[in-house]
């Protein structure tokens, strides 16, 4: 049996293609939107600005005015998934593990917004972490080692018939030259 490139890449493309339809779609929808949590706010909650200069709030008050917010539902710190202290903006962020987030006053511990952070869930969608531990490293990484493929496999079929070309075109100016492979210069040919 003969091997035939362009029939085999072709195979490959179609059917990695088929093998990551569902994942891929996943990953592009959800990179779509992180592309653009900034200019919405339902994505990510835009950042505040607090008192200027250096936070002087302790890790306690900080924890008080979360819990003054009934929504975010933080009551210990064991409520907190993460602090995120902006300095430059006088703020701390307190993410709530329920997905909400309290902009607190570095400074006075004023609750300067209350809002739902879905960026963070969107990005565990994305990689894939979101549906099961497994599923980021056994559908999400072989998958994106098969869109590598098929990026490899489209290169090939798009410069395919360009190549064609420029063989055929190279051997018709050799063919009305009348001069044969053998007398041709090396670098010609």
Same mark, same amino acid.
């Given at each position: ?5 362009? &029939? ?12 990551? &339809?569902?994942?891929?779609?996943? &990953? ?10 900034k ?27 979360a ?5 975010? !539902?933080?009551?210990?710190? %064991?409520?907190?998934?993460? /602090? ?10 307190v ?5 909400? =987030?309290?902009?607190?006053d570095?400074? %006075?511990?004023?609750v /300067? ?9 969107? =990005? ?24 590598f !493929?098929?990026?490899? %496999?489209? &290169? ?7 190549g ?12 009305? %030259? ?11 040919s």
């Amino acid at each position: 049996m003969k091997w035939n490139a362009p &029939v085999l890449m072709r195979k490959l493309h179609r059917w990695a293609t088929v093998l990551i &339809v569902v994942p891929f779609f996943i &990953v592009l929808a959800s990179g779509l939107l992180l592309q653009v949590k900034k200019q919405f706010d339902w994505i990510q909650p835009p950042t505040q600005s607090g008192s200027p200069g250096e936070p002087s709030l302790s890790f306690e008050a900080v924890l008080e005015a979360a819990r003054g917010v009934e929504r975010a !539902g933080i009551r210990t710190w %064991t409520d907190v998934d993460r /602090l995120d202290v902006r300095p430059d903006d006088g703020i701390i962020k307190v993410r709530g593990t329920n997905g909400w =987030e309290v902009q607190v006053d570095a400074q %006075t511990g004023a609750v /300067l917004q209350v809002a739902q952070r879905r960026s963070d869930l969107i =990005e565990s969608i994305h990689d894939g972490s979101w549906f099961h531990d497994k599923a980021k490293l056994w559908i999400f990484l072989p998958s994106a080692v098969l869109v590598f !493929g098929l990026w490899g %496999t489209g &290169v090939y079929l798009f410069y395919l018939p360009h190549g064609v070309r420029w063989r055929r075109k190279h051997r018709d100016r050799v063919e009305a %030259t009348g001069v044969k492979k053998a007398e041709m210069p090396d670098d010609v040919s």
